[in-house]
Every structure is written in structure tokens, then in C-alpha cells.
């Protein structure tokens, strides 16, 4: 049982690095989407890829042990879903805050 375990925490090791090392370019991803999304005149409602991007990574960094991360996310997310006229500005905000994050 504790070989398969360990077994366990290796592979789960080398998924949490290749996370880590995809997390700046799907976080630059997020904000060049949401940036878009915001400065759109017909942004879709239902967010689009955008709410895609953010729910995918809010699960994802969430499991790997990135809790901040995971609840910008779900922000972000409720934010779309909410679609009310302090949406936009609580999303920016939001956005800078994951941008901390690509710096890290």
C-alpha cells in the first residue's frame, strides 16, 4: 500500500510542476481574454471563452494547491454571472489581481 502511495505523490508531484510551469500563460491567457471581453461593445453575456478559461482554472488551482488563485477565479466567474453594472469594474480589479500572480 505505500508504494502505491508514494507512486501516487510522484505523479501527483510532476502534474503540480507542469502546472506551475503552464500557470503564467494560462493566467496571461485569462487577462487577454477578459480584457477583450470587457472592452468588447457585444461582449457575450454568458462570458464565452472567458468564463470558460476562468471556471477551468478555478477548478484546476484549486487541486494543486493555489487557493488565492482558485478564489479570484470563482470572483471572476460569479462576477460574469452576475452581469450587473459594477460587474465590469469588480472583473478589472480582479484581473490585477491575478496579474500579481505572472510576477510571482
Excluded at 468588447?40 to 454568458?46: C, D, F, G, L, V
Excluded at 472567458?50 to 479570484?72: K, N
Excluded at 490585477?96 to 505572472?102: A, D, K, P, S, Y
Aim: glycine share 8%.
Amino acid at each position: 500500500m505505500n508504494n502505491d502511495l508514494s507512486g501516487f505523490q510522484g505523479r501527483y508531484a510532476v502534474l503540480q510542476q507542469q502546472f506551475c510551469n503552464d500557470l503564467p500563460i494560462r493566467l496571461g491567457q485569462i487577462i487577454s481574454t477578459g480584457q477583450h471581453w470587457l472592452s468588447a461593445e457585444t461582449a457575450p453575456a454568458s462570458g464565452g471563452e472567458f468564463l470558460i478559461l476562468v471556471h477551468s482554472l478555478a477548478g484546476s488551482a484549486g487541486s494543486f494547491d493555489f487557493p488565492e488563485i482558485s478564489a479570484i477565479c470563482q470572483q471572476i466567474e460569479n462576477a460574469i454571472r452576475e452581469n450587473n453594472p459594477a460587474s465590469k469594474q469588480t472583473i478589472q480589479h480582479l484581473l490585477n489581481q491575478l496579474q500579481f500572480f505572472i510576477k510571482k
